[in-house]
């Protein structure tokens, strides 16, 4: 199966504004990418119809990316759940605009919050989650786009950090407008068989992220990558594969994303040798 494969604008910039798209769009139009994700760290960072006459004209495919920054959550215990919503709408709005048709990212509890809970109390968080996600999800199938919902690793979550407990939470939503979004790079701390649990999560993959093991390019990782996207093809994932990664130039996003080291001897190199070695990769299946 050969899958449009994209990059996150997060492996140059954040946040993501008008002018940084401007400036990084043509560029990866030009290195053979044909989608683009477009984080949406906070609203009106960039103009929807603005971004979606360039991405057009340029023939890149988008997909919204929403982050869950200090606050926002979709549990009651960690953060401001109606805020939440309104944030997560403001993304729907986004991809309408940009013509996405995914929105994806972690949407349950702040990225890099963390806290221990028995069962019960994991039980209690999973009724929330359902509850305070189930009305965004009516909007997106009503607006025919699908919210993805991304399985993170232990050190970033306490929440979802399996495909398993990814769809023990949202089978009771999964359709239209829900899914799971999966990373390889989560998969690769959390599962104990990556192939296995993609395979497990068959026709509720919403989008799929690739990075390489240590976060740096696609390919020269210990990752089985033909084994990954024979494993999609088994679940009948067709989508975007799209390359996240992340600058250590940003002092934020640099914390965020632990990158306290270079990962490729540019970022330009990062994304083009990730970019070759798929489409290499897929060309030979």
């Not at 979606?52 to 919204?64: E, K």
């Not at 994991?122 to 305070?132: I, K, M, P």
Request: glycine letters at 10%.
């Amino acid at each position: 199966m050969q899958r449009t494969i994209g990059v996150n604008t997060w492996v140059w910039t954040s946040p993501l504004t008008d002018e940084s798209l401007a400036e990084l769009a043509p560029k990866i139009a030009r290195m053979g990418f044909g989608a683009i994700e477009l984080p949406l760290e906070n609203a009106g960072d960039w103009d929807a119809a603005r971004a979606g006459d360039l991405l057009g004209s340029l023939g890149l495919a988008p997909v919204v990316i929403g982050a869950m920054g200090p606050g926002r959550s979709l549990v009651d215990r960690a953060g401001n759940v109606a805020a939440t919503q309104a944030y997560l709408r403001t993304c729907l709005a986004a991809a309408r605009g940009v013509g996405a048709s995914v929105v994806a990212g972690p949407f349950y509890a702040p990225t890099g919050v963390t806290w221990r809970m028995t069962t019960g109390e994991r039980t209690e968080v999973v009724a929330q989650l359902r509850r305070n996600l189930e009305p965004l999800v009516d909007e997106a199938a009503a607006a025919g786009l699908a919210l993805a919902v991304e399985p993170l690793n232990r050190y970033e979550t306490s929440v979802i950090n399996t495909v398993e407990q990814g769809i023990d939470a949202l089978a009771p939503l999964f359709g239209p407008g829900l899914g799971l979004a999966l990373d390889t790079y989560h998969l690769n701390i959390e599962e104990k068989r990556p192939d296995a649990a993609i395979r497990a999560a068959a026709g509720n993959i919403a989008h799929v992220q690739v990075c390489g093991s240590d976060r740096g390019p696609v390919g020269d990782d210990h990752t089985d990558w033909p084994e990954t996207l024979a494993a999609l093809d088994d679940a009948g994932y067709a989508g975007i594969l799209g390359l996240e990664s992340f600058t250590g130039e940003n002092a934020t996003i640099a914390v965020a994303a632990s990158v306290w080291r270079p990962l490729a001897a540019s970022q330009d190199d990062l994304a083009e040798r990730s970019l070759r070695y798929l489409t290499a990769l897929q060309a030979s299946r």
